[in-house]
């Protein structure tokens, strides 16, 4: 049974540019979230996808949006990148229910902007 | 902005030796998780306890949870150097009567923790 899976694992980008990051979800999950975690910080909340719509967003500017495929899959894209944009950034899963459920996360992906 | 803060920032103990850390949170929570995360890898999700549950073991990990001091700790008996990471605990604030859970994590800063062999 697959975990959470991510891609790239590493890559640099230039100020100004746009990066997009991919997640794959456990299996049996259908409930998205993306996560940025600066170094030597606690990981913070980005948004949620669950049927392919955003469901929650945190304190987020714009540049930052996301899709969520038929597959459950989803994409975190990030534009007119900053250098305080480098980090890791955090997929996690989990499966939509009415109790509390265990959220899986991926290894991340580590975005440096230069 | 972080909910939870974890406490102490940084422990360092022998192997064999107990190793505990705090979690304080702010808002009423529908569950807490705590996760494991080694040096610049992903977070491996540890123990999950429901605001009903005041105890919760996993092998050589408790977790308790005090909702009405809005505090949970986590008890690492018998400490390994494999167990040499940063710990965060996460709060899910959605759904206080239990009828909703969004998933949406909150996490404190995290503790490091060092086990020297």
């Known amino acids: 049974d697959a975990g959470v899976t991510q891609s790239p694992t590493h890559l640099i980008k230039t100020r100004g540019q746009q990066v997009t990051l991919r997640c794959s979800p456990k299996?049996?999950?259908?409930?998205v979230s993306w996560y940025q975690q600066a170094l030597g910080q606690g990981p913070q909340f980005i948004f949620q996808?669950?049927?392919?719509?955003?469901?929650q967003r945190g304190n987020f500017p714009d540049r930052f949006s996301g899709h969520q495929f038929p597959n459950y899959s989803s994409e975190l894209n990030v534009n007119a990148l900053l250098l305080g944009d480098s980090a890791l950034y955090l997929c996690?899963?989990?499966?939509?229910?009415?109790?509390?459920?265990?959220?899986?996360f991926g290894e991340g992906s580590w975005l440096t902007v230069v | 902005s972080q909910q939870g803060e974890e406490d102490p920032q940084a422990l360092s103990i022998q192997e064999g030796e107990n190793a505990t850390m705090n979690c304080s949170y702010k808002t009423s929570i529908n569950n807490l998780q705590w996760y494991r995360q080694n040096s610049g890898r992903g977070l491996v999700h540890l123990i999950l306890i429901r605001s009903n549950e005041r105890e919760k073991h996993s092998g050589r990990l408790r977790v308790t949870l005090d909702t009405s001091k809005k505090s949970s700790s986590l008890l690492i008996t018998a400490s390994r150097a494999a167990d040499t990471a940063s710990y965060f605990c996460?709060?899910?604030?959605?759904?206080?009567?239990?009828?909703?859970?969004?998933?949406?994590?909150?996490f404190g800063q995290g503790t490091t923790l060092q086990v020297k062999p």
């Open positions: 996808y669950y049927e392919e719509e955003e469901r």
């Open positions: 996690a899963s989990s499966r939509r229910s009415t109790s509390g459920n265990t959220i899986y």
């Open positions: 299996s049996g999950h259908d409930t």
């Open positions: 996460a709060t899910d604030a959605s759904g206080r009567d239990g009828s909703s859970n969004t998933g949406k994590l909150i």
